[in-house]
């Protein structure tokens, strides 16, 4: 029951802050992340009525998938290496989250291209400038948002972040803050809707929510400690 419990206590903290802030009810969705957790596990989430989850890895997501029922949707939320683009378009994903640099988006394009389908995506932004982090950090989007919104075969829903860790939810704020303020000025410069901002995980996702998130993705308040062993 553990796990049930705890999907539903994050549903109700989701519809509170979304009510403080004066969002729509269900105007954000829940995807579990359940990379390192059994089948079993997932199933329970699924019984429970969750249907999108979330990969770090590619060969794990495509280990899954087959063992879930059809109805789940799967969205790959690690980094994505270009050598793996053309097996992520196969593998069935409906989003693929974390696009990290012109240079990877330009090789999704093409060789959604090639296969014939469009790839929909997520920028992700190094919303902290670290130099160690992934992601376009924002003066790198906004010179390349020409470049990205030309790319024939990509259908980029909006972005993504994932911030340095902080001591306290209220801590990851200005970051949130920072990925909407960005996602609406490359609105009104056009030529996308941009609909989608993925932020905040297990330790921030209400504050994510109070700052505009339409996606938060939470792994451990769900399924429990990671082990990575
Ligand atoms: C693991 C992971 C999460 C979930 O983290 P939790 O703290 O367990 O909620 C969210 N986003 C990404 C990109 C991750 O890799």
Redesign the pocket.
């Known amino acids: 029951m553990y796990i049930q419990d705890q999907l539903n206590e994050i549903r109700a903290a989701i519809a509170a802050a979304e009510k403080r802030v004066g969002r729509p009810a269900g105007s954000v969705t829940l995807l579990a ?1 359940s ?1 390192t957790f059994p089948v079993s596990d997932i199933m329970q989430a699924y019984a429970d009525g969750q249907r999108l989850f ?1 990969e ?1 890895r590619l060969q794990e997501c495509m280990e899954k998938m087959p063992q879930m029922p059809a109805d789940c949707v799967w969205h790959l ?2 980094p994505l290496q270009r050598n793996k683009v053309r097996k992520a378009l196969e593998s069935g994903v409906a989003l693929i ?2 696009v990290e640099s012109a240079k990877t988006a330009a090789a999704v394009s093409r060789i959604a291209g090639e296969l014939g389908c469009t790839a929909r995506i997520l920028l992700e932004v190094n919303v902290d400038g670290e130099e160690s982090k992934h992601g376009f950090t924002p003066d790198e989007l906004r010179a390349s948002w020409s470049e990205l919104t030309a790319l024939p075969a990509l259908d980029i829903r909006g972005l ?1 972040c ?1 911030p340095a860790p902080t001591e306290t939810p209220e801590g990851a704020r200005p970051a949130f803050a920072a990925l909407r303020a960005l996602a609406e000025e490359l609105r009104a410069r056009g030529p996308l809707p941009l609909p989608e901002l993925s932020m905040g ?3 921030d ?1 209400a504050v994510a929510v109070e700052e505009g998130a339409t996606i938060v ?7 429990g400690r ?1 082990d990575y062993h």
């Open positions: 992340v990379k979330g770090n939320i690690g989250q974390a993504m994932i995980m297990s330790h996702y993705r939470v792994g451990s308040a769900i399924f990671r």
